[in-house]
């Protein structure tokens, strides 16, 4: 049997009473699932079981999306096998013992787009109010955004970190494990920014020293730094949720997957280790990340 969901997104569309983009929210939604389960080696709905279901639930919660998304894509795919049970293509709902989170009980913890490009747009050198590191943090905030690392990560990055040619990133993770993770364009030109007008002075303050990202002292930035360079830019924007660089890597991983991106490509751009210990996940090509990458960020 075939994953065929067109009866269910029409049912959506006729039915639910609900606005276009939340019908393109949805078919996103289901298309991943649907992808997941290929992936597992599901052949059709009526193979599916409820460890399949946990096993999604899992994936959603690996690549860091908000609780209010994980909900959504739940909803979606209740609905989808209640639909099918009621249309008596499967033989029951695989789903009927799932409990869809409370959303009332968690805080969002990503960004919208536009709260993240006002956060970006904070850190402005062409400001009346920019500081002399303008150009430092705001090369860190975007590279943040455009590459999902953690604070620990980026602290750690070094000159040679960077693939400009390749526009990749070198990342060295949890257990020292190397990664590479694709990193759009404005990023990149950020660096070169930072690489160019403040780099050379930052590091004459200091010993010889690789680490991408200086303090004033001509040292690595630490990730207390990065933390207070993310809570300065937050207030400058006028933000008033609790964002913290760890938002950075959920916003990226969601505003990814929101967009249209494969669920397994924004797993290894983020790192985790669970795509090789459920031995579910192929490698991923990097001219795939790179394109999902392009395809799907916002800001790539």
């Known amino acids: ?55 999604f639930i899992r994936s959603l919660g690996d690549a860091e999306l908000s609780p209010r998304s994980i909900a959504r894509n739940l909803s979606a795919v209740k609905g989808l096998h209640k639909f099918l049970a009621g249309e008596k293509v499967t033989s029951y709902d695989p789903t009927q013992n799932i409990d869809l989170p409370k959303k009332g009980k968690y805080l969002p913890e990503v960004l919208s787009v536009e709260e993240m490009n006002a956060i970006l747009d904070a850190a402005d050198p062409a400001s009346e109010t920019a500081g002399k590191f303008v150009w430092r943090d705001r090369a860190i905030l ?3 955004y455009a590459s999902g690392m953690r604070v620990s990560e980026v602290s750690g990055l070094k000159l040679s970190s960077i693939l400009e040619e390749q526009q990749l990133v070198r990342v060295f993770g949890k257990g ?12 990149l030109q950020w660096i070169n920014g930072y690489k160019q007008r403040l780099r050379g ?20 930035i630490s990730r207390v730094s990065i933390w207070n360079i993310v809570a300065e830019y937050t207030r ?20 990814l997957l929101e967009g249209g991106a494969d669920l397994r490509s924004v797993q290894e751009m983020l790192g985790h280790a669970d795509i090789a210990t459920t031995q579910i996940y192929t490698h ?6 790179k394109q999902q990458h392009k395809q799907f960020h916002p800001r790539a």
């Open 1 to 55: 049997m075939s994953f065929d969901v067109r009866p269910y997104i029409r049912f959506i569309q006729l039915e639910k009473s609900l606005a276009g983009n939340s019908i393109e929210a949805y078919e996103r939604d289901i298309v991943r699932y649907v992808r997941f389960l290929s992936d597992l080696g599901v052949n059709g709905f009526t193979a599916v079981e409820e460890e399949h279901l946990s096993r």
């Open 142 to 144: 975007e590279t943040m």
């Open 176 to 187: 020292s494990k190397e990664r590479l993770v694709p990193i759009g364009g404005p990023a």
């Open 201 to 220: 002075a930052l590091i004459k303050r200091g010993k010889a020293n690789d680490a991408l990202f200086l303090n004033f002292r001509g040292g690595a």
């Open 236 to 255: 400058r924007a006028g933000i008033t949720k609790e964002v913290h660089p760890h938002t950075f890597r959920h916003s990226f991983a969601t505003h």
């Open 284 to 289: 991923i090509d990097r001219e795939q990340l």
